[in-house]
Structure formats: structure tokens, C-alpha cells
């Protein structure tokens, strides 16, 4: 109404074009619509003010003057000119049929002259900006060549060759891979801008498995068909006008008709000129469509998604019960020895032949508090006392560990169907959304103004929640897919660390789509999350850190409370932990944990070529490493033998119970000497330690499934082994076999969901979305982890990535929509007419704001 009347009230003089038009005055028909009145009176001040600033520089669209069609006599094309400021100077070029006139009148050209600095600020805005899309499309390069590089070497590695067997076929795979993921790149590049080929766009609009049924011909009219029946031009010139003049109600509708007639151009172009056809929705369409709404309905609260997780994971703690490896088996035995040292029992350090549970997973005797001690920060010590003191109540009820087991899995359930559905909720439904003045609340809101103060600017198109097939794929992936299955009863700190990193992502999502005031419920699951995700991987603390002060520079305003919800809590748990660990109250983690690429160069080196072993880099490591013993260990895809893990029956390589700190001191140079004097090989070992986990086609060195079925389940518990022993085995072997199918097995694999996000976060990188990569950035750093891990393909590292891919393309997609929402109805026209083929033109509307 208010709009409206306004599109219908010319602004400017008709009979003078030369002279401003006056202000509109708005009359007030009644007291009650005072306030909504001066509103919008001020509002069309904003926009009558901007389109009088542009009237004589707007090219208007084709219109028809006449009840007989016939065209105005003069058309003319105007181009905006690059150097023009504010919109006072353009070139007005003629139909071939006249002549070219240039002229750079306004109606403030008098009063605002053009400067000439504002030539040098826009080519410096303009290098400046191709210096970024060169950087950035670099960048992304180089991420497509780093993947393309892991599949490459490949075959080098699993042959355990090296790099020495790089040959064609390699160089093959390494020139098909990067045009492949540069292919995806340049597509989402294309897709994000807007800029998709001609023909994806005529595939959409397509009129397949739709039902045509012709309208009314000439012959048979329409008692409805206007008094002007024309249809717009479609001459594949650039965009024509009419005369220069200023914007009038016809331009104006004009300009909504032209978006209307491109589509049905598009269609009717196909279908001879005399008919015309509608187009209806097939069955299937309209099933398609019903569906979406029910699934949507279905999944439209928190509650009923909680619902729908639970339920479609219930079968995975009712048959297989729990599942663990020696990780579980360790924390328990250490919490056992510490219980018992706080119950009064005296456990002095026997000596130096000893065998406890920090000798299992080994840290270094110097690390060992004088005051005996038997809890260590390997796996996280709140974790560890968690899980230990519900094994230790378990054997206290049946004599056995299995209910304990039993127990945390299926806590450990109950929290992956909580995490996963709240990031599923806030992703999907947008809670924070206000739909009280909505016409379909289900929907949402399309448009939203850019700037309430600055009507002229046009619209954005708003986020909105999900529909039907974007719940489709995200349920399809969390029901169907055997990472998440096993996941949710896997009782060791990685799908732990896991479930609470999407429900954190969640809340990130939340905090990037609003400003102001946050919900209360939404700063308990940031504080909830931060705190899980601290206690299951001491790695989190670095995340957060680079996160809290990323989320600061991008929303300035709220600085207090990321301060108070990831800061602060990870001030107090990090710094807690390591002051205990100052205290001598627990064991730290030994150092030697974090160095395990530099472990496997040197165990490489001196397997295969220990001969090129400098002999002082052997003084500085002989205190430190028995150099035999870890080329005896070594194995290519696990540092973790040649730290020496595991249990007494194990290859003693690292000197744990002599190494003082002076002598670890000595291990960088040692290392740097080592990697000096044989590069080559020292490189096989890094690369060898790490392309799985971008290399789509290796196949994981520890898969979620071993969790199922290995021997600490089936054979050394007391009835979890003997409940559904067969069922077990048949449900990896299932996995396995879909594992191992050509392409559709690489649904299954962790590696799959890395590379697609480094390709998506390439493609943001390309399109500068500057503040959805601020909160993406974790991922970046989780594949830093990745590549430092101990472990090669070690698919529980990558659980975090493939469970926010799916949130992650959702996001892709609504980025794409707001950033391609026409400003105004000039710019829907022009994008119509450029989807027909035309040239592109500038439009000074843009330009200006």
C-alpha cells in the first residue's frame, strides 16, 4: 500500500525535464495513521531524493507508448561511463540509425564538479581489488594442487616406495586431479557469484517432466488480454531505453515486467510463435512437493529432531551394545591406581623395571612428580576421571567393567542426539528468527532493506529456514551414513570431541546470522560446548583462542561475550589442568607426543638410509632414541611404535626412563641435521604420515568400525562380547564391503568430507566472504591437526569435518542467495536481459552505493 502508492506517483516534472522535481507531500487521512504515515513520508524523501540525484543518468527499460505498439521514434542506448562520480557523467550513444552524443550534465553538475582525484581513487580501488582476486584465486590454487599432490603420491606411498617411484602415471594422476578440484572450485566460484553458464540457467527454467497444455491463440483471445498486447523487446542489442528522461510509473512497471518476460522468453522460444503454453506441476512434482512440507513439519522443533535422531540411531546401543579400544582399558587402570592411593593405599614408584600405566602410553620419568602420583593428562584428566570412576562403580555392582562400558556409550548416545539436533535446528529452523509479522511464518521473510535509513538501496534477500531437500540430505547423511553410527556409542575422546564440535558449530551459526541481543539459552550451549570440547582434546584450547579473537575482529560489539563464553572458560579448565600439573597433583603429557612427523623422518632415515646419518646428529639423539630399535619400529602409516606405545611386550625405542630435559633439548638440531643430509627420504616419511587424509581414494588406516569388533570387545570383556558376536561381525563386515566400492564407498570415508571442505573453503576464499570464513577457520585448523596426528588416515581425526559438511554446503548455498538478490528492479531487469545472452551493462545504481 505505502509502497505501492509511492511506485505510482512520478517524481519528477514531465513538461520540464531539465528542472528538479519538487517534494511529495504527504496528506494525512486520519490521526491513527500519523505515525505510519511520517514514516513512510520519510522514506520516499530518501528515495525521491536519490532518484532525482540520478534522473538524468538511470537508463530507463523499453517501454510501448501508443494503443498501436509502435515504438517512440528515437531509441537511444546508454552506457554508464567508467569514470563517472555520483552519477554525473555518462555517454549517450544513438540507435546505428543516428548519431553518438556525449554529455555529462546533472542537476547538481553545477554545484558538485567533478574532481579529478576521484579518477586516481577508483584505479586504485580497481588494483586493488585485482591484487585480492589474484591472491585469493592463488590461494585456492594451491589448495587444489595440495589435494591433487596427495592423490598423486598415492600409489608411491602405499607401496612404501617413496617418492624415488614418482613417474608418468603419477604425474597423470597429479594434471587430472587439480583440473578436477580446480573444475569444482571455478564452479562454486561460478555458482557463488551468479555466474553460471547459459545453459545450467535454460536447464532450470527447462520445461521437463512438466504438463503443457496450450492457452488461448489469436484466433481464440482471451477476454482478459490488455488493450496493448506487444510483448517487451527482445532484440539482442544491449539494453535500449527510450528518451532520457526521467523515471515515470510506466518505467517502473516496466522494469518488473522485464523479469516476468525473460523467464516466459526463455520457455515460449522453443514453441511456435502462435502458441502459448502454461505450465502445470506433474504428479510427481506435487508429491515432491507435499512431501518437503510434511518432512519439514516433521522436523520443524528442536524436540522432534531430538526425536527422529534418537529413534534412527536406537538400533546401534541395542544391538552392538558399546564399543572402545585400549584407550578406555588404559584410563580405567589409571584411575584405578589413583583411587587407591586416595583411599590410604601406599603405592611408592617401584623402580626402574616397574611397568604402570604411565609406563603404557610412556611419559618420561623427569615429568613424574617426586610425590607418587598415577593420574596423567594423556587422554584429557577430566575425561580420564570421569570414565575411570564409572568403570570403578561398575566393578564395584557386577566385578566386571562391561556395565560401566555399557553406561557411557549409551551417555554418549544421548549426547551425540542432543549435539547433532541442536546444530540441526539451529541450521535448519532458524530459532532466532522473529515470525510475528511474517504473512507464512513457516517461511519467513524473502526481502529485508539493506539499510532501514537508506530505502534507495534496495533489498536483501533474508535467510530463511530449510526446505524439504536440505532436510533431506542432512537427515540421509546423520541416519545413513557408518561414520556416524558407530560415533555415537565409541567411547574414546575423538567422537566425544566430535559431537560437541557440531554443537559449538551450531552456535557459531547463530552468533554469524544475528546481531545484539543473544538468547540466554544460546550463551548456556556456547559455555556447554566450549566445556566439552576442552575436556576431550587438549588440542581445543588453540581452536578456541585463534576463534575468540577472529569472532571479536568480525563482530566488534559483542567482544564481552566471547570473552565470557569461550575465554573464560577456557582460561579456567586449560590453566586449572596446568596448574595441577605444576602442582605435582597429576602427570602432564609428555612433549615427545606432539613431534611425531619429526619421529618418522628420522625412524625413515634410519631404516632405509642410516648410513646418511651425520654422527653428531646420532651423539644428540643417543640419550633420547635407540637409532636401531626405531628403524626396527618404524611404520610408515603410526609414529606410535616408535614412541614406544603399548604394553611390556614392545620395542623400547625411546629412552623414557633415562631422557632428562637437557637432552631434549638436543632433539630439533639432531632432527634438522638428519632431515639436511637425506631430504628425500625424510620427506617420504612426512608425506607417507599424512596424504591419506586428502587423498580420496586410500583407504583409512583405523576406520570407526575397528571400534566394533575388535579384540578388546569380542574376546576380553565379560558379556558385551558374547551379546550379538556374530551380529557385530556382520555389520562391519557390511560397512566394510560398502567401504570398498569405487566411488560410492568414498561416502563412508572421512577423507571424502575433508577435501570438499577445503574445496568449499577455497571458493568462499575466492569469493571474500570474509565473515563466514571468520567462523569457518576451525575447520582450517582441525586439518592442521590432521597432518600433525601421529597417524595417517586415523578416520576419528576427520569426524569433526564430515559432520558439519552438510551445515557447511547449507550455508554455502544462503551466502549465495542474499549475495545475488537484485538491489533494485533496474538491476532485475538488466540480470533478465543478460541471462538472454546480452551484453552486460553497468548500472549506476550500483555503482553508486
Same mark, same amino acid.
Given at each position: 500500500?505505502?509502497?505501492?502508492?509511492?511506485?505510482?506517483?512520478?517524481?519528477?516534472?514531465?513538461?520540464?525535464?531539465?528542472?528538479?522535481?519538487?517534494?511529495?507531500?504527504?496528506?494525512?487521512?486520519?490521526?491513527?495513521?500519523?505515525?505510519?504515515?511520517?514514516?513512510?513520508?520519510?522514506?520516499?524523501?530518501?528515495?525521491?531524493?536519490?532518484?532525482?540525484?540520478? &534522473?538524468?543518468?538511470?537508463?530507463?527499460?523499453?517501454?510501448?507508448?501508443?494503443?498501436?505498439?509502435?515504438?517512440?521514434?528515437?531509441?537511444?542506448?546508454?552506457?554508464?561511463?567508467?569514470?563517472?562520480?555520483?552519477?554525473?557523467?555518462?555517454?549517450?550513444?544513438?540507435?546505428?540509425?543516428?548519431?553518438?552524443?556525449?554529455?555529462?550534465?546533472?542537476?547538481?553538475?553545477?554545484?558538485?564538479?567533478?574532481?579529478?582525484?576521484?579518477?586516481?581513487?577508483?584505479?586504485?580501488?580497481?588494483?586493488?581489488?585485482?591484487?585480492?582476486?589474484?591472491?585469493?584465486?592463488?590461494?585456492?590454487?594451491?589448495?587444489?594442487?595440495?589435494?591433487?599432490?596427495?592423490? &598423486?603420491?598415492?600409489?608411491?606411498?602405499?607401496?612404501?616406495?617413496?617418492?624415488?617411484?614418482?613417474?608418468?602415471?603419477?604425474?597423470?594422476?597429479?594434471?587430472?586431479?587439480?583440473?578436477?578440484?580446480?573444475?569444482?572450485?571455478?564452479?562454486?566460484?561460478?555458482?557463488?557469484?551468479?555466474?553460471?553458464?547459459?545453459?545450467?540457467?535454460?536447464?532450470?527454467?527447462?520445461?521437463?517432466?512438466?504438463?503443457?497444455?496450450?492457452?488461448?491463440?489469436?484466433?481464440?483471445?482471451?477476454?482478459?488480454?490488455?488493450?496493448?498486447?506487444?510483448?517487451?523487446?527482445?532484440?539482442?542489442?544491449?539494453?535500449?531505453?527510450?528518451?532520457?528522461?526521467?523515471?515515470?510509473?510506466?518505467?517502473?512497471?516496466?522494469?518488473?515486467?522485464?523479469?516476468?518476460?525473460?523467464?516466459?522468453?526463455?520457455?515460449?522460444?522453443?514453441?511456435?510463435?502462435?502458441?502459448?503454453?502454461?505450465?502445470?506441476?506433474?504428479?510427481?512434482?506435487?508429491?515432491?512437493?507435499?512431501?518437503?512440507?510434511?518432512?519439514?513439519?516433521?522436523?520443524?522443533?528442536?524436540?522432534?529432531?531430538?526425536?527422529?535422531?534418537?529413534?534412527?540411531?536406537?538400533?546401534?546401543?541395542?544391538?552392538?551394545?558399546?564399543?572402545?579400544?585400549?584407550?578406555?582399558?588404559?584410563?580405567?587402570?589409571?584411575?584405578?591406581?589413583?583411587?587407591?592411593?586416595?583411599?590410604?593405599?601406599?603405592?611408592?614408584?617401584?623402580?626402574?623395571?616397574?611397568?604402570?600405566?604411565?609406563?603404557?602410553?610412556?611419559?618420561?620419568?623427569?615429568?613424574?612428580?617426586?610425590?607418587?602420583?598415577?593420574?596423567?593428562?594423556?587422554?584429557?584428566?577430566?575425561?580420564?576421571?570421569?570414565?575411570?570412576?564409572?568403570? &570403578?562403580?561398575?566393578?564395584?555392582?557386577?566385578?566386571?567393567?562391561?556395565?560401566?562400558?555399557?553406561?557411557?556409550?549409551?551417555?554418549?548416545?544421548?549426547?551425540?542426539?542432543?549435539?547433532?539436533?541442536?546444530?540441526?535446528?539451529?541450521?535448519?529452523?532458524?530459532?532466532?528468527?522473529?515470525?510475528?509479522?511474517?504473512?507464512?511464518?513457516?517461511?519467513?521473510?524473502?526481502?529485508?532493506?539493506?539499510?532501514?535509513?537508506?530505502?534507495?538501496?534496495?533489498?536483501?534477500?533474508?535467510?530463511?529456514?530449510?526446505?524439504?531437500?536440505?532436510?533431506?540430505?542432512?537427515?540421509?547423511?546423520?541416519?545413513?551414513?557408518?561414520?556416524?553410527?558407530?560415533?555415537?556409542?565409541?567411547?574414546?575422546?575423538?567422537?566425544?570431541?566430535?559431537?560437541?564440535?557440531?554443537?559449538?558449530?551450531?552456535?557459531?551459526?547463530?552468533?554469524?546470522?544475528?546481531?545484539?541481543?543473544?538468547?540466554?539459552?544460546?550463551?548456556?550451549?556456547?559455555?556447554?560446548?566450549?566445556?566439552?570440547?576442552?575436556?576431550?582434546?587438549?588440542?581445543?584450547?588453540?581452536?578456541?583462542?585463534?576463534?575468540?579473537?577472529?569472532?571479536?575482529?568480525?563482530?566488534?560489539?559483542?567482544?564481552?561475550?566471547?570473552?565470557?563464553?569461550?575465554?573464560?572458560?577456557?582460561?579456567?579448565?586449560?590453566?586449572?589442568?596446568?596448574?595441577?600439573?605444576?602442582?605435582?597433583?597429576?602427570?602432564?603429557?609428555?612433549?615427545?607426543?606432539?613431534?611425531?612427523?619429526?619421529?618418522?623422518?628420522?625412524?625413515?632415515?634410519?631404516?632405509?638410509?642410516?648410513?646418511?646419518?651425520?654422527?653428531?646428529?646420532?651423539?644428540?639423539?643417543?640419550?633420547?632414541?635407540?637409532?636401531?630399535?626405531?628403524?626396527?619400529?618404524?611404520?610408515?602409516?603410526?609414529?606410535?611404535?616408535?614412541?614406544?606405545?603399548?604394553?611390556?611386550?614392545?620395542?623400547?625405542?625411546?629412552?623414557?626412563?633415562?631422557?632428562?630435559?637437557?637432552?631434549?633439548?638436543?632433539?630439533?638440531?639432531?632432527?634438522?641435521?638428519?632431515?639436511?643430509?637425506?631430504?628425500?627420504?625424510?620427506?617420504?616419511?612426512?608425506?607417507?604420515?599424512?596424504?591419506?587424509?586428502?587423498?580420496?581414494?586410500?583407504?583409512?588406516?583405523?576406520?570407526?568400525?575397528?571400534?566394533?569388533?575388535?579384540?578388546?570387545?569380542?574376546?576380553?570383556?565379560?558379556?558385551?562380547?558374547?551379546?550379538?558376536?556374530?551380529?557385530?561381525?556382520?555389520?562391519?563386515?557390511?560397512?566394510?564391503?560398502?567401504?570398498?566400492?569405487?566411488?560410492?564407498?568414498?561416502?563412508?570415508?572421512?577423507?571424502?568430507?575433508?577435501?570438499?571442505?577445503?574445496?568449499?573453503?577455497?571458493?568462499?576464499?575466492?569469493?571474500?566472504?570474509?565473515?563466514?570464513?571468520?567462523?569457518?577457520?576451525?575447520?582450517?585448523?582441525?586439518?592442521?591437526?590432521?597432518?600433525?596426528?601421529?597417524?595417517?588416515?586415523?578416520?576419528?581425526?576427520?569426524?569433526?569435518?564430515?559432520?558439519?559438511?552438510?551445515?557447511?554446503?547449507?550455508?554455502?548455498?544462503?551466502?549465495?542467495?542474499?549475495?545475488?538478490?537484485?538491489?533494485?528492479?533496474?538491476?532485475?531487469?538488466?540480470?533478465?536481459?543478460?541471462?538472454?545472452?546480452?551484453?552486460?551493462?553497468?548500472?549506476?545504481?550500483?555503482?553508486?552505493?
Amino acid at each position: 500500500m505505502i509502497g505501492d502508492r509511492a511506485n505510482q506517483i512520478p517524481i519528477d516534472n514531465p513538461t520540464r525535464p531539465d528542472v528538479p522535481a519538487t517534494p511529495f507531500r504527504v496528506s494525512i487521512l486520519s490521526r491513527n495513521c500519523t505515525n505510519l504515515a511520517s514514516g513512510a513520508f520519510l522514506q520516499l524523501q530518501h528515495r525521491i531524493a536519490h532518484r532525482k540525484k540520478h &534522473a538524468e543518468n538511470t537508463p530507463d527499460l523499453p517501454v510501448r507508448e501508443g494503443g498501436n505498439g509502435e515504438q517512440t521514434q528515437q531509441t537511444q542506448q546508454v552506457e554508464h561511463d567508467g569514470s563517472s562520480v555520483n552519477g554525473m557523467a555518462t555517454r549517450t550513444v544513438s540507435t546505428p540509425a543516428g548519431r553518438v552524443q556525449s554529455s555529462s550534465s546533472s542537476p547538481n553538475a553545477s554545484n558538485f564538479p567533478q574532481r579529478q582525484s576521484s579518477n586516481n581513487g577508483r584505479a586504485r580501488a580497481s588494483h586493488g581489488s585485482r591484487a585480492a582476486s589474484i591472491f585469493t584465486w592463488a590461494i585456492a590454487a594451491l589448495a587444489c594442487l595440495w589435494i591433487a599432490w596427495c592423490t &598423486a603420491i598415492g600409489p608411491c606411498m602405499r607401496s612404501d616406495q617413496g617418492l624415488a617411484s614418482f613417474g608418468a602415471i603419477n604425474v597423470l594422476w597429479l594434471v587430472l586431479t587439480f583440473a578436477i578440484t580446480f573444475g569444482i572450485v571455478w564452479l562454486l566460484w561460478a555458482y557463488g557469484s551468479g555466474r553460471l553458464p547459459r545453459w545450467w540457467r535454460a536447464r532450470r527454467h527447462s520445461p521437463r517432466m512438466i504438463t503443457r497444455i496450450p492457452s488461448r491463440t489469436a484466433d481464440h483471445p482471451s477476454p482478459h488480454a490488455t488493450a496493448d498486447p506487444s510483448p517487451l523487446t527482445t532484440d539482442p542489442s544491449p539494453l535500449t531505453v527510450a528518451n532520457p528522461s526521467p523515471l515515470t510509473a510506466d518505467t517502473r512497471a516496466a522494469a518488473s515486467r522485464a523479469s516476468r518476460a525473460s523467464a516466459a522468453s526463455r520457455t515460449a522460444s522453443s514453441h511456435p510463435a502462435h502458441t502459448t503454453h502454461h505450465l502445470l506441476p506433474t504428479p510427481l512434482h506435487l508429491f515432491l512437493h507435499r512431501s518437503g512440507r510434511k518432512l519439514t513439519h516433521a522436523t520443524n522443533r528442536f524436540w522432534k529432531l531430538f526425536l527422529v535422531f534418537f529413534i534412527g540411531w536406537l538400533w546401534v546401543p541395542a544391538t552392538l551394545l558399546s564399543a572402545f579400544g585400549a584407550d578406555i582399558r588404559s584410563q580405567a587402570r589409571e584411575f584405578s591406581w589413583a583411587w587407591n592411593q586416595w583411599t590410604g593405599l601406599d603405592q611408592p614408584y617401584i623402580g626402574f623395571f616397574s611397568f604402570v600405566p604411565m609406563d603404557i602410553y610412556p611419559t618420561a620419568h623427569y615429568l613424574w612428580p617426586h610425590d607418587p602420583t598415577y593420574l596423567t593428562d594423556q587422554h584429557n584428566v577430566v575425561l580420564t576421571v570421569f570414565y575411570g570412576a564409572v568403570t &570403578a562403580f561398575s566393578r564395584y555392582l557386577t566385578g566386571s567393567n562391561d556395565l560401566g562400558f555399557v553406561t557411557l556409550s549409551v551417555l554418549q548416545f544421548a549426547f551425540a542426539a542432543f549435539a547433532v539436533a541442536s546444530a540441526a535446528h539451529r541450521f535448519l529452523n532458524l530459532p532466532w528468527l522473529s515470525t510475528s509479522f511474517t504473512p507464512t511464518p513457516s517461511r519467513g521473510c524473502d526481502l529485508e532493506p539493506r539499510s532501514h535509513a537508506h530505502p534507495e538501496r534496495g533489498f536483501l534477500k533474508r535467510t530463511r529456514p530449510a526446505g524439504g531437500a536440505a532436510r533431506l540430505w542432512i537427515l540421509l547423511f546423520f541416519l545413513g551414513c557408518p561414520l556416524v553410527w558407530f560415533s555415537t556409542i565409541s567411547i574414546t575422546k575423538s567422537p566425544l570431541f566430535a559431537f560437541a564440535f557440531v554443537w559449538w558449530f551450531g552456535v557459531l551459526y547463530e552468533f554469524a546470522c544475528t546481531r545484539g541481543h543473544v538468547r540466554p539459552r544460546t550463551l548456556a550451549a556456547m559455555v556447554g560446548s566450549v566445556i566439552i570440547m576442552l575436556i576431550s582434546a587438549k588440542y581445543a584450547w588453540y581452536i578456541l583462542m585463534l576463534q575468540v579473537v577472529l569472532c571479536m575482529l568480525a563482530d566488534r560489539r559483542r567482544w564481552k561475550v566471547y570473552l565470557l563464553t569461550m575465554f573464560l572458560p577456557t582460561l579456567l579448565i586449560h590453566g586449572g589442568i596446568s596448574a595441577l600439573g605444576h602442582q605435582g597433583l597429576i602427570i602432564t603429557g609428555d612433549p615427545i607426543e606432539s613431534r611425531g612427523i619429526q619421529l618418522q623422518m628420522i625412524a625413515r632415515v634410519a631404516k632405509h638410509d642410516p648410513k646418511s646419518i651425520p654422527q653428531s646428529a646420532r651423539e644428540k639423539l643417543a640419550p633420547i632414541f635407540n637409532l636401531d630399535q626405531m628403524a626396527d619400529a618404524y611404520f610408515r602409516q603410526d609414529a606410535d611404535p616408535v614412541k614406544s606405545s603399548g604394553i611390556q611386550s614392545k620395542k623400547t625405542s625411546y629412552r623414557w626412563r633415562t631422557v632428562t630435559p637437557e637432552d631434549m633439548k638436543q632433539f630439533n638440531s639432531a632432527w634438522l641435521e638428519i632431515v639436511q643430509a637425506n631430504p628425500q627420504v625424510a620427506m617420504d616419511a612426512f608425506f607417507a604420515e599424512c596424504y591419506g587424509y586428502f587423498d580420496v581414494v586410500d583407504e583409512p588406516y583405523v576406520a570407526m568400525s575397528y571400534y566394533v569388533n575388535n579384540d578388546y570387545v569380542q574376546s576380553q570383556t565379560e558379556w558385551i562380547g558374547q551379546y550379538n558376536h556374530d551380529w557385530r561381525n556382520d555389520v562391519v563386515h557390511f560397512v566394510n564391503s560398502w567401504s570398498h566400492i569405487p566411488v560410492l564407498g568414498w561416502l563412508t570415508h572421512g577423507n571424502f568430507y575433508v577435501t570438499l571442505t577445503l574445496l568449499f573453503g577455497a571458493a568462499e576464499l575466492v569469493l571474500r566472504r570474509w565473515r563466514t570464513l571468520a567462523w569457518h577457520i576451525p575447520l582450517l585448523m582441525l586439518m592442521g591437526v590432521m597432518v600433525m596426528a601421529p597417524a595417517n588416515n586415523f578416520e576419528r581425526h576427520m569426524l569433526p569435518l564430515a559432520f558439519v559438511f552438510g551445515f557447511l554446503v547449507l550455508t554455502f548455498v544462503r551466502d549465495t542467495r542474499r549475495a545475488n538478490t537484485p538491489r533494485t528492479s533496474y538491476e532485475r531487469a538488466a540480470k533478465a536481459q543478460r541471462n538472454q545472452g546480452q551484453q552486460r551493462i553497468h548500472s549506476p545504481q550500483r555503482d553508486q552505493s
